[in-house]
């Protein structure tokens, strides 16, 4: 295979990218300043070198000190809410409308509807260790904070049904976003006002 070729196969990795876009990406590199290029190599190393994921909210952040465990949920955010979403770009927009003053755990993906194995796809092993941890802490709420569309509400059912059990031995309330968010959209994609919204009509 040509370097056309294998740079293209590695943006078919991405997230919604096709062939024909991903050959698009790699044409439009090869157009580029070479110095462009090398900023890009740079950058990308630099992802290794100065993030790391957080060990009990398993996000991304820039790398402070040599511990594992983010600012936020090393800092001083609210212990007795812990609001879940599907990915950091969520965890962003969340943190961006300035609604939210508690902890975050990335669940790392959604379940495809059917999916014969959802362990396999979220992190729910690791969110139920979350939540033992946090009942010591005060946790009294889980907020399950996900996309309005098929995958977010099979999601939302799956993991729900899930912690169910543990929660109610804990005594911790497991709720889900309220109906502000419009069918079928993406919680990376809604605006502060929506989410604040969503976010006070849980239930
Ligand atoms: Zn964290």
Redesign the pocket.
């Known amino acids: 295979m040509s370097a056309i070729e294998n740079l293209s196969s590695s943006f078919m990795k991405f997230p919604g990218i096709g062939t024909r876009q991903a050959k698009r990406f790699v044409y439009f590199l090869l157009a580029q300043d070479p110095r462009f290029l090398e900023q890009i190599i740079h950058e990308i190393s630099e992802l290794q070198t100065t993030i790391a994921q ?6 991304f ?1 820039p790398r402070q000190n040599s511990g594992n ?6 800092g001083d955010h609210d212990s007795a809410v812990l609001l879940v979403v599907e990915k950091d770009t969520d965890f962003e927009s969340v943190r961006r409308s300035g609604s939210y003053a508690g ?2 755990f990335i669940l790392g993906g959604a379940i495809p509807v059917l999916e014969p194995n959802p362990d396999s796809r979220i992190r729910i092993r690791e969110l139920m260790n979350r939540i033992k941890e946090g009942a010591k802490e005060g946790l009294s709420e889980v907020i399950l904070a996900l996309s309005a569309n098929p995958e977010g509400d099979f999601t939302r059912e799956y993991v729900a049904k899930t912690l169910t059990p543990l929660a109610k031995k804990l005594g911790i309330a497991v709720t889900a976003l309220g109906r502000g968010l419009s069918t079928g959209s993406e919680l990376e994609y809604s605006d502060s006002e929506t989410l604040k919204y969503a976010l006070k009509n849980r239930s």
Do not use: D, L, V
């Open positions: 957080c060990s009990s909210c398993f996000r952040y465990i983010c600012g936020i949920c090393a902890k975050y």
